[in-house]
């Protein structure tokens, strides 16, 4: 397996690591209770400090309005477009996206 270096898939040996698979999360809803408000650390390694205003998943997002819980259902159309830009998400976060230490 190629792992990207530099942009480029690698050319000599790669050590894999199989890591055990996560436990399901529960859906934004149940989520959303936990973690609207809160302060968390993102980017690492260069961390920078966020406040979660929204949590979403396929189904629907759930934001912070004036301290309450807004929720909102994903259309058909929403609910595909969710689903495909989760993907890439994570092929960028597997991957890299081309540039020097992106993955």
Same mark, same amino acid.
Do not use: G, Y
């Given at each position: 397996i190629g792992v990207n270096c530099f942009g480029t898939s690698s050319k000599y040996p790669t050590t894999i690591l199989s890591l055990q698979t996560l436990p399901q999360l529960p859906g934004a809803e149940q989520l959303a209770d936990n973690i609207l408000g809160k302060s968390l650390y993102i980017n690492w390694p260069m961390m920078h400090e966020a406040k979660v205003v929204a949590?979403?998943?396929? *189904?629907?997002? /759930?934001?912070? /309005? %004036?301290? *309450? *819980? %807004?929720? %909102?259902m994903h259309s058909a159309k929403d609910a595909q477009k969710w689903v495909e830009e989760s993907e890439l998400m994570s092929e960028i976060y597997e991957k890299g996206d081309g540039q020097p230490g992106s993955g």
């Open positions: 949590v979403s998943d396929e *189904k629907c997002i /759930v934001r912070s /309005v %004036k301290r *309450k *819980k %807004k929720l %909102k």
